[in-house]
């Protein structure tokens, strides 16, 4: 979910998915979105100010997948070991990228827990 968020264009309210198929609101609530279309519009529009580049898109959704924390692990300290040079990939690549924005890294993890929340809805 979230590199096609990072895929949104506001001013036609659309979405484009990796093999450029595009879909309006109305069309992706119809397609099986259904009530979490309008979270998930929302989350979109909350990362456009970010402005990710397709690396710390990539290191956002790995890290998303490779998580600790969630139920039935049988070793959630292991993984979260997986995860660490991840999140230092991550921290280290966006203070280089925007050296004046030290609160970037911070505001991309926020987006982890966002899309967390909307997944969980969706369940």
Known sequence: MLRIC???TPEQDTMTFSDG???T???MHNAGFGPLTDLVFAFAGQLLPLQLDDTETGLLSAICLICGDRMELEQPRRVERLQ???LEALRVYARRRRPRQPQRF???LLKITDLRGISTKGE
């Open 6 to 8: 990072t895929r949104y």
């Open 21 to 23: 198929l595009t879909l």
């Open 25 to 27: 609101r109305t069309q």
């Open 84 to 86: 660490e040079p991840l």
């Open 106 to 108: 911070p505001q991309m």
